[in-house]
């Protein structure tokens, strides 16, 4: 059978799929539509969260971004599997005995203050936003590279998918499509891996292959170390960046995972604390079956590329050197006119120019597995990018008709009345990502490391504190929230856009780059925090009343 | 739940955060980051011991600790009688 037929085979199954899992789980009720009615199981909880949480960036891209930086890659992957301890442990369980419907919902009742309600609203649609238009940008790519469509035919289609099933379902709809979606895309990427491992070292457990020997008796990190240095670039092994960036970079991604919206509403979902705490657990169990292959795969990856081009006749490359060529992704440019693929370090003599994102999609070509594998991957790449995307539509719908209409403009609204404001703002949503998705801002890469920065800066002290210390009050959470946030802000436009007078790496605070400084601004949130809160009025009395219940895990 | 009752569970839920947390910043900021090097000079396979901590080893300890957290809190749970 032909690849393209394989594809549409595929997609149209899996699409299917979901489409059918959303009309049999639509929402009938604000609960079903925010928080699933809160009857979800842990395990498919976990599956949820873990298919919400790896978009389109973990799925297509981290491999590949692993495989050019080496040790340093190892930045998200502690950070993003981390954060989930975090949440685990100081968020989950709290914030589902509190049970209401989402993060805003949490800091303004806690804070007993709408002011702190609106700064929650306000970071929880930034953050929300940037990762979405991400995400449709994923679907388009997807589309355009295996289907041949125009990439904004793509993304219309995936916003067609996604606004059937988030605006009838809800809540409800995403968590059994995700549940579905998660077992497409871990498939998907853990086939292709497995295929590898057995070609390069004969094991078929990627986490093990990449420290085995290939069938010349070499440890393939050994060989990678000595391949890459060969060619100029760093010891795949060891890191180029500095180890106090490595540190705050880390920190920064494991407290913006646990502060991230779209990520804690799932928790709001279970039926009780315990199952908050279980599905953590299995949410980081499903998670790190991909996140512990995705370096594995960057290495067979790295291996096989440089094995395959590196000073081989351009005229002898495989076909699938071809394919990506046309795509622009993979440019190939020979300086010296010899005829032969000279890749390097050195941007002077290097002649091939290859865009990380394609090292996990051409990976099945490169290693020649069937086509129906390509199509998996095509498939699971989608299921990737419209899990994440649904999730994160949900908090942006919510934050309007929950947190701003029915909190704050018209607390009278009828149940039935929030439903469709729900539905609408859902509707809204879609079409505003479909926009950033077909006019991407030209900064989205920046503004995804922003929305973790952000995240740890704004939400994580503040709901953290908002458990553990009963005495911070709304001055104390409001003020280091708007200092952490605006902090953010200034550091990443100063060195990420060039304002207030920009500036360069030696300018850095204390050489920490924009994307570890969501450590830094958080630190200064908490210290804010606590100082003011000392000077002023301790909380009200049922304010205090309130902690003590959410930290104890009984029913009535 | 009487006060008292209340405050000597949060306590010992405090106690297993302190503890779980330790372990969680040594596998990872401890010895995939601060210790890289020193543990890089160690070998298990063909892995060198500092980068496996910071590409395998820290993610499989992180699971392991939600899943001891889930264990002790649920034994904490039924020993205070709460469901």
Known sequence: MSLQLWIWLMIGITFALYIGIAIWSRAGSTKDF???????????????????WMSAASFISMAGLISFMGYDGSVFLMGWTGGYVLLALLLAPYLRKFGKFTVPDFIGDRYYSDTARIVAVICALIISFTYVAGQMRGVGLVFSRYLEVDINTGVI??????????????????????????????????????????????????QLGFGSQGHDGMY???KLDGLSTELGFHEYTSGSKSMLDVFFITAALMVGTAGLP?????????KKVSDARKSAGWALLFIGILYTTAPAIAVFARTNLIETVSEKR??????WFDNWEKTGLLTFEDKNKDGIVQYLADPQLNELNIDRDIMVMANPEIAELPNWVIALLAAGALAAALSTAAGLLLVISSSISHDLIKKIINPNISEKGELIYARISAFFAV????????????????????????AAASFFPAIVMGIFYKRMNKEGAISGMVTGLLLMLFYMTKFKFGWFGGGSQEDWWFGVSPEGFGTFAMLVNFIVSITVC?????????????VEKIRIPTTE | MNKKLAQKYWKENLKYLIILLSIWFTVSFGFGILLVDELNQFKIGGFKL????AQQGSIYVFIILIFVYIFLMNRLDKKFNLK
């Open chain 1, 34 to 52: 925010y928080v699933a009615g809160s009857g979800v199981s842990p395990i498919a909880n976990g599956m949820a969260t873990a298919a919400d």
């Open chain 1, 314 to 319: 351009y005229d002898d490359l495989p076909g």
């Open chain 1, 431 to 454: 079409v505003m990502a479909g926009y950033f998705g077909i006019n991407p801002p030209g900064f989205v890469a920046a503004v995804v490391a922003l929305a973790f920065g952000l």
């Open chain 1, 220 to 222: 393939l990190l050994d």
């Open chain 1, 262 to 270: 779209h990520v804690i509403v799932r928790f709001f979902t279970v």
């Open chain 1, 157 to 206: 289609i995936g916003m067609a998918i996604v606004l059937f099933y988030a605006v009838l379902g809800g809540m409800k709809g995403i968590t059994y499509t995700q549940v579905a979606q998660y077992c497409v895309l871990i498939f998907a990427f853990m086939v292709p891996a497995i295929f590898i491992s057995i070609q390069m070292t004969g094991n078929p457990i990627p």
């Open chain 2, 50 to 53: 500092g980068f496996w901590f």
């Open chain 1, 534 to 546: 000392q000077f002023t009025s301790v909380p009200p009395k049922e304010i205090q009343e309130l």
